[in-house]
Nanobody, 123 residues
Framework: QVQLMESGGGSVQPGGSLRLSCAAS????????MGWYRQAPGKQRELVAS???????NYVDSVRGRFTLSRDNAKNTVFLQMNSLKPDDTAVYYC?????????????????WGQGTQVTVSS
């Protein structure tokens, strides 16, 4: 079992900042990509930012320059620093991790998801 524990969501005014954290725990071999998706009301879930263990990161165009993804491989934790927040950033943010697990010598690569944390940007 792998669990992704999210924190840092909340309400903020436009231009404000929030920092999301996600820590993976449980039994696994390693984590490949790790990052954040978000889903706004009535919209499809979209990838916000993700990174590889080596530190290669990618961002959706709408957040590039405002959001920064960082990763602590030793702690199996990923952070999303969100600055200059806009109302369009309002969504439920979901941590995800591409995880390699092993059971009885069989390895399987599985996507895990956090429960979601609400980010609301409004005046």
């Amino acid at each position: 079992q792998v669990q992704l524990m999210e924190s840092g969501g909340g309400s903020v005014q436009p231009g404000g900042s929030l920092r999301l954290s996600c820590a993976a725990s449980g039994r696994f071999v390693s984590i490949y990509r790790m990052g954040w998706y978000r889903q706004a009301p009535g919209k499809q879930r979209e990838l916000v930012a993700s990174s590889t263990p080596g530190g290669d990161t990618n961002y959706v165009d709408s957040v590039r320059g405002r959001f920064t993804l960082s990763r602590d491989n030793a702690k199996n934790t990923v952070f999303l620093q969100m600055n200059s927040l806009k109302p369009d950033d309002t969504a439920v943010y979901y941590c995800y991790a591409d995880v390699l697990v092993q059971e009885v010598f069989v390895r399987t690569r599985i996507d895990y998801w956090g429960q979601g944390t609400q980010v609301t940007v409004s005046s």
